[in-house]
């Protein structure tokens, strides 16, 4: 596993943070900075600033119940509600991609 550089991280950081304001994510004051309503509830969202090996998006789901209910497919942990994303050994912009498209999958439309 290749390390991440800092250049990487803050650039891991940005993009994420634009991308989950451009799917409508709300800035809260809050462990999780971000609120995204999708269509199994509230998102909360937090872009993980120092990435040192792996680039961590972490996300969970207000109410666990709907969740399961709405995303069986997608699996969020069913106790916490929690639905991270932790992806290694890519390019920045592949990994915010795919991030991207699996919470496009789950936005209200």
Known sequence: MKNITIAQS???FKKATEMIIELGAKKVDNHYPFLLDT???NLKIK???ENKHIFSVYTKFE???LAKE???DKAPN???GKWNFHIINMPVDNVIE???N???LIIKK
């Open 10 to 12: 803050k650039d891991f």
């Open 39 to 41: 269509i199994a509830g």
């Open 47 to 49: 872009v993980d600033k």
């Open 63 to 65: 109410n666990v119940e």
């Open 70 to 72: 709405k995303i069986k």
């Open 78 to 80: 069913p106790f916490s």
């Open 98 to 100: 795919i991030i991207k």
């Open 102 to 104: 699996q919470i496009e």
